[in-house]
């Protein structure tokens, strides 16, 4: 068994298949974002260290899963719509349609450095794929751009595992601390969106 301080079914992926395993639990971590990448890929890093898998294939594996987990939900986004998340969106409370607007204009103008930095950003790294499916961001600069920005975070933590060897859980803690700070700064700003809200009802209108 590569770690005892990983999930089993995250051992037995990268025992049975090596660095594909890797990169199948990374795929799986950007659809379900409560698995933890944090264990991932510095256990990846740590079963490279011991000859296991190579530093490389690691990272290539890794990388592949995390931009076909991305592609996933791209595509989920693809298939919603415009039309379809305005619909769903608008009757959400306390949502208005002229927020969905807002939203649509941010991302117009910041669209590609959301996607890039998102992808280091635990939780958004995974929700920041459906707006661009939305959207319909070129495919192209999609993949290129997550692509970088997951090949910058995970070679971090992979390298991370690799030379702190059987003391690689030591990332998790870091990790877990940053994961947290990010969480606590999103629902405070969930707060004061609905405490506005409150503040300012309205039904809102949506431009032609």
Excluded at 53 to 71: D, F, I, N, Y
Aim: without cysteine.
């Amino acid at each position: 068994m590569i770690g005892s301080g990983a999930p089993q079914w995250i051992n037995s992926l990268m025992d049975t298949l090596g660095a594909p395993g890797a990169g199948l639990a990374i795929a799986l971590e950007n659809l379900f974002p409560p698995l933890p990448s944090e264990v991932i890929l510095p256990l990846a890093g740590f079963a490279a260290s011991t000859g296991r898998m190579s530093l490389v294939a690691a990272l290539l594996w890794t990388t592949a899963g995390s931009v076909v987990g991305a592609l996933a939900l791209y595509g989920v986004g693809a298939l919603l719509g415009r039309e379809r998340t305005v619909a769903i969106a608008s009757k959400l409370p306390l949502v208005k349609v002229a927020d969905i607007e807002r939203t649509e204009k941010w991302f117009a103008r910041h669209g590609t450095k959301a996607v890039f930095f998102g992808r280091m950003i635990p939780v958004f790294r995974s929700l920041i794929s459906v707006p661009a499916g939305v959207e319909r961001m070129p495919l192209r600069v999609f993949l290129g751009l997550t692509t970088l920005g997951s090949a910058i975070w995970n070679t971090v933590f992979v390298l991370a595992g690799y030379l702190l060897g059987e003391n690689w859980q030591d990332v998790t803690g870091y990790v877990s601390a940053y994961s947290k700070v990010v969480l606590v700064g999103a629902g405070l700003a969930v707060l004061l969106f609905v405490g506005r809200r409150l503040l300012r009802p309205g039904a809102g209108r949506r431009r032609g």
